[in-house]
C-alpha cells in the first residue's frame, strides 16, 4: 500500500475517534447537572483543557458556560477540533481513499457530516442538545457497524484500527490524568462521598464505559477498580491495555502481510507488557501522574514511527 494512503486511512480513523471522544466529553459533563454546581465555570474549563481549546477559546469569548462551551465543541468555525470540523477532515481523507473503503462505509461517514452540516449550522439550543448529541452519536455507531461488518481484514482494516487505538488510547490517559488525585487514595474515595461519587462517574461516562464498568461491579464505584477497569482490564475497549494489545495485534499483521519487521511492533509489544508489568508492582499509587505523562508521550512515540516506517508523507 502506498503510504499516502495509509496516512489517509489512519488520520480519518483518528479524526473519527476523536469526534466520539469529544461526544462522550460533552455529555458527561451535561449529565453531572454542572449548571447545579458551585463550580460550573471550573468544570466547563476542565472540558477544555481536555480538548486542548482552552487558549483557542480564550480568544473567541470573554465567559465560559454550558451554552458557549458546547457550541465551541460542537460546530465553531475556529475551533479545528469542533465535532463539525473533525467529520469534516475524516470524510476528507476517506474521499480520497475512497476506493478503499467499502460503499457502507463511505456512505455512513457522509451520511454523519450531512447529519451534522443540518444540525450545526446555527448554535444548538440548549434544550435540543441531548436530541442533536444522540442523533449524531447514532449516525457514528452505524459508521461503526459499517467498518465492522463489510470491511476486509487486510491492511486498510489494520491502518483503520491503528489509528481508532492510538486515539482511543491517549484520551483515557488525558482523562485519567486530569483526575489522578482520585486515584490516590483509593480508601478515601468513598462511594458514599457524593462529591467523589461525581468525580468518578465523570471520568467513566467521559469514556463510555459507565454501564461496562457498573456490569462488572454492580454499581459500586471504587477508585482502585475504577483504575483497574481503565488501565488494566483486556475486556473492556477504553482501557490501556486492551488498547494497546490490540495495537500490538494490527502492527503484527502488519508484519506478515508485508514481510517486514518494524520497530513499531516491537515499541507497541514493550507498552503493552509494561502496562500489565507496572499494574501488577502496584506502583500506581506512587507513580500515577508520571505513568500517565509517559504514557502519553509514549504514544506520540509510537505515533511518529508507524507515520515513519510505513512511508505516510511520500
Known amino acids: 500500500m502506498l503510504g499516502r494512503l495509509a496516512n489517509n486511512l489512519f488520520w480519518m480513523a483518528r479524526y473519527l475517534e476523536r469526534a466520539e471522544n469529544s461526544i462522550d466529553l460533552i455529555e458527561s459533563r451535561v449529565k453531572s447537572n454542572v449548571s447545579e454546581s458551585d463550580k460550573p465555570q471550573e468544570e466547563w474549563n476542565e472540558v477544555l483543557e481536555l480538548v486542548h481549546q482552552k487558549k483557542n477559546y480564550d480568544s473567541l469569548y470573554e465567559i465560559i458556560n454550558q451554552e458557549y462551551v458546547t457550541n465551541f465543541l460542537l460546530g465553531a468555525k475556529r475551533n479545528d477540533a469542533s465535532i463539525l470540523n473533525l467529520i469534516g477532515h475524516a470524510r476528507q481523507n476517506s474521499r480520497i481513499v475512497r476506493t478503499a473503503l467499502t460503499k457502507e462505509v463511505w456512505q455512513s461517514i457522509n451520511e454523519l457530516w450531512l447529519c451534522l452540516q443540518s444540525s450545526l449550522t446555527a448554535n444548538v439550543n440548549q434544550f ?26 487486510n491492511d486498510i482494516f489494520n491502518f483503520i484500527n491503528l489509528g481508532i487505538l492510538i486515539e482511543r488510547s491517549t484520551n483515557t490517559a488525558r482523562i485519567l490524568r486530569a483526575k489522578y488525585y482520585l ?132
Open 183 to 314: 486515584f490516590l487514595t483509593p480508601t478515601s474515595a468513598s462511594h458514599d462521598d457524593n462529591g467523589v461519587k461525581s468525580q468518578l462517574d465523570f471520568v467513566l461516562s467521559s469514556l463510555g464505559s459507565t454501564r461496562s464498568y457498573n456490569w462488572l461491579n454492580r454499581g459500586h464505584l471504587d477508585a482502585s477498580k475504577i483504575l483497574h477497569f481503565l488501565v488494566a482490564d483486556t475486556r473492556a475497549p477504553k482501557s490501556l491495555c486492551y488498547c494497546y494489545k490490540n495495537i500490538f495485534s494490527h502492527l503484527v499483521e502488519l508484519e506478515e502481510d508485508y514481510g517486514n519487521n518494524y520497530d513499531s511492533r516491537k515499541t507497541a509489544e514493550g507498552t503493552f507488557k509494561n502496562l500489565s508489568m507496572y499494574y501488577m508492582k502496584e506502583k500506581m499509587e506512587n507513580g500515577l501522574l508520571g505513568f500517565l505523562n509517559d504514557f502519553i508521550r509514549n504514544n506520540v512515540t509510537l505515533n511518529n514511527l508507524i507515520e515513519s516506517e510505513f512511508n505516510f508523507n511520500t
Open 128 to 153: 435540543d442538545l441531548p436530541q442533536i448529541l444522540a442523533k449524531v452519536r447514532q449516525n457514528n455507531l452505524m459508521l461503526r457497524g459499517a467498518l465492522d461488518s463489510t470491511m476486509l481484514r
